[in-house]
């Protein structure tokens, strides 16, 4: 529908059912995991910087977090860069690593600093570089079928220790911060870390609010394809044992869950698909995903 359609009175009830969750959330942290087509959509890249840019100017301090797989694919495709995978996690040589730098906390970061800045807010880049904010360990997995052999996947990192000195300094000063997921140690290496661990922690360490995930679905799904619109811990833990979750949403549920027992009051699973998915979720009553109480 075309905004100059909406009758002014439903215009008007639109923004009165805003108000409790304005007044709610005034002040407050909202860590958002920025991902999916919400990335590659250049309408849909639009509307979430909008969203970010007015849930900061009504008073809530949001920190952006993103990923940025499919770009980290093309850009490594476009040096001749073949990647391999083990159990679903890409090798990260120093070449990769330099591509995954390049592409995260310049190209996908970049843009969306701009974005926001374009719209009227004050968005600031960071890495986990900047003010010490990830320090991290490199990342060894266990072997699916033998858990005593442990495989190195290269500059893929953990996180060690998350120090949000910077985030605060950022949010009590009007910025927007926008974190790509790179970590660092000690010796100065860079690790890649996955975007969703990272922002379920941050979320967890800056006692955020809320945690909104942006997903290419319309959140958690039953068995039956049909939408599970609110979670409690120990629901989500029957639906890992069942099956019910696995794939890509394992990684994700497990941040939020972690988040949720780590003293985030709610994590939202939201489908970016949507215009706006942002402002629905946080400011009415609808909705547009899953919420995952921590009790």
């Known amino acids: 529908m075309d905004r100059a359609q909406i009758p002014p009175e439903l215009k008007a009830e639109i923004l009165s059912e805003a108000l409790p969750y304005i007044r709610r959330f005034h002040g407050k942290t909202i860590v958002v995991k920025y991902g999916g087509n919400a990335m590659i959509d250049q309408r849909l890249k639009e509307s979430f910087a909008h969203d970010v840019v007015l849930l900061k100017l009504v008073g809530m301090n949001p920190v952006v977090v993103h990923g940025g797989g499919p770009q980290i694919d093309e850009a490594l495709e476009r040096v001749g860069k073949k990647s391999t995978f083990v159990q679903g996690m890409r090798v990260t040589d ?5 591509v995954v730098e390049w592409v995260l906390a310049g190209e996908v970061q970049g843009e969306l600093v701009t974005l926001i800045n374009r719209f009227g807010g004050q968005a600031v880049g960071l890495t ?4 010490g904010l990830i320090r991290a360990r490199k990342l060894r997995i266990p072997d699916r079928d033998d858990p005593t052999k442990l495989h190195d996947i290269g500059q893929v990192g953990e996180i060690d220790t998350i120090n949000p000195a910077v985030v605060k300094a950022l949010e009590e000063d009007a910025f927007i911060p926008v974190i790509s997921p790179i970590g660092f140690d000690d010796e100065g290496a860079t690790y890649n870390i996955n975007a969703d661990v990272v922002a379920g922690k941050i979320a967890e360490v800056l006692r955020a609010e809320k945690l909104v995930m942006l997903t290419n679905t319309p959140g958690v799904l039953d068995k039956n394809g049909k939408l599970l619109t609110g979670l409690t811990a120990r629901q989500i833990d029957e639906l890992f044992a069942d ?3 696995s794939g890509g949403m394992l990684p994700k549920i497990a941040s939020a869950l972690e988040a949720a027992k780590g003293g985030v009051n709610a994590v939202h699973i939201i489908d970016g698909r949507v215009d706006h998915c942002l402002l629905l979720e946080i400011l009415t009553d ?6 995952i109480r921590s009790h």
Do not use: F, Q, W
Request: no cysteine.
């Open 286 to 291: 609808a909705g547009v995903g899953t919420m």
């Open 94 to 98: 120093a070449e990769t690593m330099e």
């Open 243 to 245: 099956g019910t979750i």
């Open 128 to 131: 986990g570089k900047d003010g």
